[in-house]
Antibody, heavy 121, light 107 residues
Framework: QEHLMQSGGGVVQPGRSLRLSCVAS????????LYWVRQAPGKGLEWVSF????????YYAASVQGRFTISRDNSKNTMYMQMNALRPEDTALYYC??????????????WGQGTLVTVSS | EIVLTQSPGILSASPGDRATLSCRAS???????LAWYQQRPGQPPRLLIY???SRATGIPDKFSGSVFGTDFTLTINRLEPEDFAVYYC?????????FGPGTRVDI
């Protein structure tokens, strides 16, 4: 069964760092583009970042550009989000997601369960 | 950045009704790379439609998508209790891959 398992969330002070992980199972990880999407409490969805299947293409939302770094380790079926210089407005439930179809940008068809990041002093 | 505007913000409907949700893009969406998602409380989003009108795996044909220029529409036929949720559109043709603010379908 295809699955994305997330970990790494928690409570952190402003200005500190956190790393999120997303471990895939049940599918050919190396054939899919991956995404991070977040949702602040009671708010809508916000796209955060994208990494291509080979890891060579990366995009970021302006709100996180220069502070967050997306990466993937295809040998470990794992995607990461390194979050530095965290701000209170980064407080959200962070989802990892995968394209619906391999080799194709096709919308986020598989989602992790989400991990909560709270930035507060 | 492509801005997506969804209307209405809240749609009140009854079981058995047809719901029509709109998503307007501020500029052309490359290759009509527009997706629709359903989100129920406490759950991650669920992909319904990709490429403006293609249904995702396992999505019933009561859900359909269409496009005219920069105006995208999600139609839900024969509303059932489980369809009452929040629906988001997202364009993934040009980075940043923006989401719309959502339409809540209420009973």
């Amino acid at each position: 069964q295809e699955h994305l398992m997330q970990s790494g969330g928690g409570v952190v002070q402003p200005g500190r760092s956190l790393r999120l992980s997303c471990v895939a199972s049940g599918f050919s990880f190396t054939n899919y583009n991956l995404y991070w999407v977040r949702q602040a409490p009671g708010k809508g969805l916000e796209w955060v970042s994208f990494v291509s299947d080979d890891g060579n293409t990366k995009y970021y939302a302006a709100s996180v550009q220069g502070r967050f770094t997306i990466s993937r380790d295809n040998s470990k079926n794992t995607m990461y989000m390194q979050m530095n210089a965290l701000r209170p407005e980064d407080t959200a439930l962070y989802y990892c997601a995968r394209d619906e179809y391999k080799y194709d940008t096709s919308g986020c068809g598989l989602w992790g369960q989400g991990t909560l990041v709270t930035v507060s002093s | 950045e492509i801005v997506l505007t969804q209307s209405p913000g809240i749609l009140s409907a009854s079981p058995g009704d047809r719901a029509t949700l709109s998503c307007r893009a501020s500029q052309r969406v490359s290759r009509n790379y527009l997706a629709w998602y359903q989100q129920r409380p406490g759950q991650p989003p669920r992909l319904l439609i990709y490429g403006a009108y293609s249904r995702a795996t396992g999505i019933p044909d009561k859900f359909s998508g269409s496009v005219f220029g920069t105006d995208f529409t999600l139609t839900i036929n024969r509303l059932e209790p489980e369809d009452f949720a929040v629906y988001y559109c997202q364009q993934y043709g040009t980075s940043p891959f923006t989401f719309g603010p959502g339409t809540r379908v209420d009973i």
